[in-house]
């Protein structure tokens, strides 16, 4: 199997095996801007992400390793901060970091259905459409606010309620 390879490859970028980890993934425009496109409505600034990062290697004890492409934005140097954004050609060392970690904190891009594939508890943030919806019990989604052209703002259960986000079940 490939899992004491890919292992190994997280204990020599500074992964402690005996620490847990928390994966989290904050999609820029970086990666779309390369080809050409970019659908900002699903960008974030990462550094509004940090402050988690450090409260998960400060009050909970774990480690962040962060995943991602080399366009990202650089984030401080902090211990307990693995990032595996800076390398190329990484998927399968990313995609196993997914399946170890505790849990994953994705925003609005291709990493949710991975989280989910893995079964990963994951916390969905800044959401933009139905399809990055949970699909386990151990999910959680955070949608981004929506403003309507009549100032009025939308989260969460007013969006479903009037009717601009919804499931097909």
Same mark, same amino acid.
Do not use: W
């Given at each position: ?18 620490? !847990? ?14 080809? =050409?496109?970019?659908? =900002? ?26 995943? =991602? ?30 399946s170890r970690a505790r849990y994953a904190v994705c925003t609005d891009s291709g990493v949710l259905p991975l989280a989910a594939? !893995? ?48 499931r097909n079940d």
């Amino acid at each position: 199997t490939l899992e004491p390879g890919l292992e190994a490859d997280l204990k020599a970028r500074d992964v402690d095996p005996h620490r !847990f980890i928390v994966v989290f993934h904050c999609k820029e425009e970086g990666y779309y801007a390369r080809e =050409g496109r970019n659908p =900002g409505i699903r960008n974030v600034d990462p550094l509004r992400y940090y402050e988690v990062m450090k409260h998960v290697i400060e009050a909970q004890g774990g480690q962040v390793v962060r995943i =991602g492409d080399p366009s990202m934005t650089l984030l401080p140097e902090t211990r307990g901060l693995i990032d595996l954004s800076r390398e190329t050609d990484i998927l399968m060392l990313q995609a196993y970091a997914i399946s170890r970690a505790r849990y994953a904190v994705c925003t609005d891009s291709g990493v949710l259905p991975l989280a989910a594939a !893995f079964q990963t508890p994951m916390i969905a943030a800044d959401i933009t459409n139905a399809a990055a919806l949970p699909c386990y019990p151990e999910h959680v989604a955070l949608t981004k606010t929506y403003v309507d052209p009549q100032g009025r703002e939308f989260r969460q259960a007013e969006l479903y309620a009037s009717g601009m986000l919804h499931r097909n079940d």
